[in-house]
């Protein structure tokens, strides 16, 4: 039986119009390889290999020179390979852990040392059970003398019960994938009210990421895209953009250059894509 797939394309195409000079893929993951980086014993999913190389190919190809490279759950709490990754990108990527809520303070502050600036915490039923929300909060006044941010993933519909926990946060809290929507029920649902809501507190951004999991369509799709582009146009300085490659437990292959061709419609201005992919997440990944 053969193994896993790789998720992630063979050969991105070139984006249509050069990215500006510095910017950067606010979310990626990278898995293994397995030989040197094996998959955690009881992970949600095994994925194929997509190690480091493979993403500095493909942010070649983008003109991608920073990134944050997010802990992946097929990995559990075992940083090493995000570790690896951004260490030998010498300050120019950093990244973003996966923790228990009652971790110790000397590996809080190991992960920070090594270039990690945030936790990110799963609430999606397909992960697995996590920490629980008031656990999270507790721990975020840990974070907070580290300069490191809560980063949460949840299902839209749990953004009702999540958004008065998180506001209670120590810390900036960065919300993944638009919120998780469901692109099919339209901008004036009450999901994506929610978000609006949760949005105007100034300690909350957004990554307009994760086009192709919000959509009902095939590429390009065309029904996630006014979600970013309404995220951008209110809330400029606290959006951050993201390929999500290698685009795990995803039903297709999405194309990287073709996934940053979208920024024309998510930022039509170039004010805006400055701001998107070069000055918000310079100014919050303090990246070198």
Same mark, same amino acid.
């Given at each position: 039986m053969s193994g896993p797939q790789p998720s992630f394309h063979p050969a991105p195409g070139k984006p249509k119009q050069r990215l500006p000079a510095g910017a950067c893929d606010s979310h990626v993951h990278v898995f293994g390889p397995s030989s040197v980086f094996p998959y955690a014993r009881g992970a949600p999913f095994i994925p194929h290999d997509a190690p480091?190389?493979?993403?500095?190919?493909? =942010?070649?190809?983008?003109?991608?020179?920073?990134?944050?490279?997010?802990?992946?759950?097929? =990995?559990? +709490?075992?940083?090493?390979?995000?570790?690896?990754?951004?260490?030998?990108?010498?300050?120019?990527?950093?990244?973003?852990? %996966?923790?228990?809520?009652?971790?110790?303070?000397?590996?809080?502050?190991?992960?920070?040392?090594?270039?990690?600036?945030?936790?990110? +915490?799963?609430?999606?039923?397909?992960?697995?059970?996590?920490?629980? *929300?008031?656990?999270?909060?507790?721990?975020?006044?840990?974070?907070?003398?580290?300069?490191?941010?809560?980063?949460? =993933? +949840?299902?839209?519909?749990?953004? =009702?019960? %999540?958004?008065?926990?998180?506001?209670?946060?120590?810390?900036?809290?960065? *919300?993944?994938?638009?919120?998780?929507?469901?692109?099919?029920?339209? %901008?004036?649902?009450?999901?994506?009210?929610?978000?609006?809501?949760?949005?105007?507190?100034?300690?909350?951004?957004?990554?307009?990421?994760?086009?192709?999991?919000?959509t009902r369509q095939a590429p390009p799709y065309r029904d996630a895209l006014p979600f970013a582009a309404k995220l951008v146009a209110e809330f400029p300085a606290r959006t951050l953009w993201g390929t999500d490659w290698p685009h795990p437990n995803l039903n297709h292959v999405p194309d990287d250059g073709q996934l940053a061709d979208l920024l024309e419609e998510i930022a039509p201005a170039t004010q805006q894509r400055q701001a998107l992919l070069v000055d918000n997440p310079r100014r919050f990944y303090r990246y070198a």
């Open positions: 480091k190389e493979k993403l500095f190919a493909m =942010h070649a190809v983008l003109g991608i020179e920073h990134c944050v490279i997010v802990q992946s759950t097929c =990995h559990g +709490f075992d940083n090493s390979a995000v570790a690896d990754a951004i260490t030998a990108k010498r300050g120019a990527y950093c990244g973003v852990a %996966l923790a228990p809520a009652r971790v110790d303070e000397r590996e809080l502050k190991r992960l920070a040392g090594l270039g990690f600036r945030g936790i990110r +915490f799963n609430f999606m039923q397909h992960l697995g059970a996590g920490s629980k *929300i008031e656990e999270v909060i507790d721990m975020s006044a840990r974070l907070a003398p580290l300069g490191m941010h809560l980063q949460v =993933h +949840f299902e839209s519909s749990l953004i =009702h019960e %999540l958004a008065p926990w998180l506001r209670r946060s120590a810390v900036p809290v960065v *919300i993944d994938h638009m919120g998780r929507m469901d692109a099919s029920r339209g %901008l004036d649902q009450p999901d994506f009210r929610a978000l609006l809501e949760l949005m105007q507190d100034e300690r909350f951004l957004v990554k307009v990421s994760g086009a192709e999991r919000c």
